[in-house]
């Protein structure tokens, strides 16, 4: 499908997608109205005849019609495009507010004017060259691509719009061509932006540090700007590239909310600007700061892309398209949609303290408590005079240390496949942690190639946890991760590999140097991930730092936080569970006092929280537990057995959030429908009052439901809507895990 800007002028003109498969019907154009439609949702934008620029109309619930636009006062300074809802506002050309798109041309200046020029409907959706980014097949999705160009500059802009109808997501990106004889520089690249209409809307975003990731908070889209922004080079623990716009009324299960998260592991920024007449301008894209990316005549640069997804069901609603959306569509890993083995990571139990002596007796306890991957964490690797065996020495160094293996990786790790796991005919698989991107100072690799690091030329080169960042922009950085990584693959049967970045980035010797790093570190992960697609990768940044679209675009599962307390994992978790799926998480019981917060808190509870999520393990010396807790662990794995299927492909629901209740409660449901499982905990002893009841969602009203927590059986209608009252005890931190079978 493709019009012109000759079929615009002549306006009566229409250009009907062909009937047939949803992939086309979900987008039409009626000479230049655009329109998007999904089951649950549509997106309309026009051209202006007069100043051919694209204008919004609408996104949110189904609309068919356009219809005029407010009626503004346009008087005095505030008149022409500040007026109008556009869809790539430029710089220039009478819009205050901010732009898109800002280019520096050559000459200095930075005014552009794009204007419409054509589009084509295609079913599909093309790959974006060298980013993550959603697919899917031609029933799946439909895309429409839409040309502007600048002809005072010669600057080609294609906006790229690809609808994925069943799950109400629009996916957005754009592509700048330089056609001129200049070079020219992008300052700012915001790749979805829409003016929203003066609705009353808060912004959700999940804020944190390390520790202490995706915490919810809400505010008013207020008059000015209201945004948050990462400066650090990577997606960050600080903000997620992620935000949601609700109405005042939206609730976890009602009410409309738009989702905006940015398909990028790098610094990023999103601003919602509410102007004079009230229009709300959404931009999310890279941050202005770490922009500046140079595109020489004939090149062309991609922004990465963001996915909306728009929900009338509430922050729930939103929530499960993201989670069905990312794990059909965005996912490329094989592993998605299987089990993943319960493992035992060494780091919290021995940390640097290893040999093959203390590794070989904490495999032969994993194996022996029933658990299925043993994973040799930090301290592995580096010789003397550059051994890890602390944080000053090593990294960039990825050969076993001859001290801790003498006969390298390979036999050692046979020896650990030789162990049994309890219980079962299974032999004990092994996985090894990474930090691949970074470098210590004290290592061959930086005596090697000082240069080879981030760093900017007079500047101090300052350290964070004793290391470097790695230029992973430059080929020869990259290749040399492929080789590295490869070869310790190679050197053993290792099944999992836990890739790990510590630290942010500080000195770049450029601001695109950002932007380069990320196209260079998905060159690296994409090839590593086609040549290993066996290997189980998790992906992992001081816990959640760099837990994000881009990312899971290859690796399926994220570490969620180096806070592995319960009382807090919760909170966590149900924060990045408003977009990403618990699928993706990866969540260990560790020993207590918990190592950040001293807090104490039961086996069960501890383990009823990281249950919840796709990739369950346990992060402590077996040696240590006590007998309570030995006893507990058979009970343990076989939740698991039956809750780990329900997490990789189910659908998740938030009850009642830590933050709001001393009850919380999540649920899952199997995609099959046939069984439920609720995490209920009780958070602080009280003695009054009691605990409301707890009530269950997207059950089959009509269906009766038999229960570990109940005897006979009770019908949908009645736990959803009267719920159960579960006895809870006046002590802290309890949890239940509740069963519901549907007879
Ligand atoms: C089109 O979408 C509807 C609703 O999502 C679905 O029932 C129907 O099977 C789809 N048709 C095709 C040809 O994919
Ligand atoms: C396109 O939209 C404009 C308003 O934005 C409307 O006046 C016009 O009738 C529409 N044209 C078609 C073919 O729907
Ligand atoms: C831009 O240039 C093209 C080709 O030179 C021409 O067809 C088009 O009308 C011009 N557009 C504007 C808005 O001047
Ligand atoms: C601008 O350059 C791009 C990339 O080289 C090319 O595909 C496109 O056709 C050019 N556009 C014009 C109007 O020359
Ligand atoms: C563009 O910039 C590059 C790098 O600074 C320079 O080598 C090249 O000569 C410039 N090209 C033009 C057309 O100015
Ligand atoms: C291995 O480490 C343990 C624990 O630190 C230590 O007791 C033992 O002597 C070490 N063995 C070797 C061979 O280094
Ligand atoms: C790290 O190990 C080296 C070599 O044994 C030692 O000299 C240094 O003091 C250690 N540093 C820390 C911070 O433990
Ligand atoms: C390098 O190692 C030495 C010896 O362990 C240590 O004292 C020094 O602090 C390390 N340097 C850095 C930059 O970590
Ligand atoms: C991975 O990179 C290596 C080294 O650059 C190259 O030889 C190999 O073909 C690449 N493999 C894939 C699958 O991209
Ligand atoms: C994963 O995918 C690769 C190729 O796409 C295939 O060779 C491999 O068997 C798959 N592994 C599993 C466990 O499905
Ligand atoms: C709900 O359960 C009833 C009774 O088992 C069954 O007849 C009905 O088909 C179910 N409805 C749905 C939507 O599954
Ligand atoms: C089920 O009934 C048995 C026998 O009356 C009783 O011991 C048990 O506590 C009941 N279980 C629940 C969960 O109510």
């Avoid at 800007?5 to 655009?34: E, H, K, M, P, Y």
């Avoid at 350290?463 to 020869?476: A, D, F, S, W, Y």
């Avoid at 030995?630 to 809750?643: C, D, H, K, V």
């Avoid at 009642?656 to 919380?664: E, I, K, M, Q, V």
């Amino acid at each position: 499908m493709r019009g012109t800007l000759g079929s615009l002028l002549a306006s009566a003109a229409v250009a009907r997608a062909a009937n047939g498969a949803n992939s086309t019907t979900a987008i039409t154009a009626d000479g230049s109205n655009f329109t998007l439609t999904g089951d649950g949702v549509s997106y309309l934008f026009h051209v202006d005849p007069s100043s051919l620029d694209l204008v919004s109309d609408h996104f949110g619930g189904p609309a068919t019609d356009f219809t005029p636009p407010a009626n503004i006062y346009a008087g005095g300074w505030s008149d022409g495009l500040t007026n109008t809802r556009r869809e790539f506002p430029d710089v220039g050309r009478s819009d205050y507010r901010l732009p898109a798109i800002h280019i520096k041309h050559a000459d200095g200046d930075t005014v552009s004017a794009f204007t419409y020029q054509s589009y084509d409907i295609t079913a599909g959706k093309p790959a974006l060259p060298g980013l993550p980014a959603t697919y899917g097949s031609d029933s799946d999705v439909s895309t429409l691509t839409v040309r502007m160009y600048d002809n005072y500059s010669d600057i080609e802009a294609v906006l790229s719009y690809s609808i994925f109808p069943k799950y109400n997501a629009v996916a957005r990106s754009f592509r700048i061509s330089n056609n001129g004889t200049s070079n020219i520089s992008i300052e700012r690249a915001a790749s979805f932006s829409v003016d929203l209409p003066n609705l009353d809307l808060n912004m959700i975003e999940l804020q944190g540090d390390w520790a202490h990731e995706m915490n919810r908070v809400i505010r008013p889209v207020q008059y000015g700007e209201t945004g948050f922004r990462s400066t650090e080079g990577y997606s960050s623990h600080i903000h997620n590239p992620f935000m949601a716009l609700i109405s005042p009324t939206t609730t976890e299960s009602s009410g409309e909310a738009w989702g905006f998260n940015l398909v990028y592991s790098g610094s990023f920024a999103t601003t919602t600007e509410r102007f004079s007449h009230g229009y709300i301008r959404v931009l999310l894209g890279l941050n202005p700061l770490h922009a500046s990316i140079p595109v020489a005549p004939g090149d062309t640069f991609q922004a990465p892309e963001v996915v909306a997804v728009y929900s009338s069901e509430g922050l729930g609603g939103m929530s499960r398209s993201y989670h069905d959306l990312y794990r059909n569509h965005l996912s490329r890993s094989n592993h998605t949609f299987q089990t993943r083995p319960v493992l035992l990571n060494s780091w919290e139990g021995l940390g640097f303290d290893i040999n093959q002596t203390s590794l070989d007796a904490l495999a032969q306890q994993t194996a022996d408590l029933g658990i299925k991957l043993f994973v040799n964490d930090d301290g592995w690797f580096g010789k003397t005079p550059y051994a890890r065996i602390n944080d000053t020495a090593g990294l960039g160094d990825w050969i076993p240390n001859p001290d801790h293996f003498p006969n390298g990786l390979g036999p050692y790790v046979a020896s650990v496949d030789s162990f049994t796991v309890a219980n079962t005919s299974e032999k004990l698989q092994f996985g090894i942690w990474m930090e691949p991107e970074m470098v210590n100072p004290n290592s061959t690799l930086y005596t090697e190639h000082p240069d080879w690091v981030m760093y900017q030329g007079k500047h101090p080169r300052t350290l964070t946890r004793n290391q470097l960042v790695l230029n992973v922009g430059m080929t020869e950085v990259q290749d040399f991760i492929i080789q590295a990584v490869s070869n310790v693959i190679n050197s053993a049967n290792i099944r999992y590999i836990k890739w790990d970045n510590n630290r942010g980035i500080h000195e770049m010797p450029s601001p695109a140097a950002d932007y380069e790093y990320m196209l260079g570190l998905y060159r690296v992960i994409d090839n590593l991930t086609t040549t290993y697609p066996d290997i189980l990768f998790e992906g992992c940044a001081s816990g959640g730092g760099r837990f994000d679209a881009g990312l899971l675009h290859y690796w399926p599962q994220h570490w969620t936080s180096d806070n592995t307390d319960a009382a807090d994992r919760l909170t966590i978790q149900m924060g990045t569970t408003i977009m990403y799926p618990p699928s993706a998480m990866a969540c260990h019981v560790s020993a207590i006092p918990n190592g950040v917060t001293m807090r104490n808190i039961s086996i069960e509870y501890r383990a009823t929280v990281a249950l919840m999520c796709g990739s369950f393990g346990f992060e402590l010396k077996p040696v240590d537990l006590s007998a309570e807790e030995r006893a507990a662990i058979p009970g343990i794995l076989a939740n698991w057995e039956l809750i780990n299927p329900i997490v990789i492909s189910g659908s998740f629901y938030r009850l009642a959030l830590p933050d709001d209740t001393n009850w919380p409660a999540a649920q899952l449901v199997s995609q099959d429908e046939t069984t439920a499982v609720v995490f209920a905990f009780q958070q602080q002893a009280t003695v009054k009052p009691a605990a409301p009841p707890l009530r269950m969602a997207a059950l089959n009203a009509t269906a009766m439901y038999r229960s570990n927590a109940f005897n006979g059986t009770y019908s949908g209608a009645t736990l959803m809507n009267a719920g159960l009252n579960l006895p809870w005890q006046v002590e802290d931190y309890q949890s239940m895990l509740i069963y519901l079978y549907k007879q």
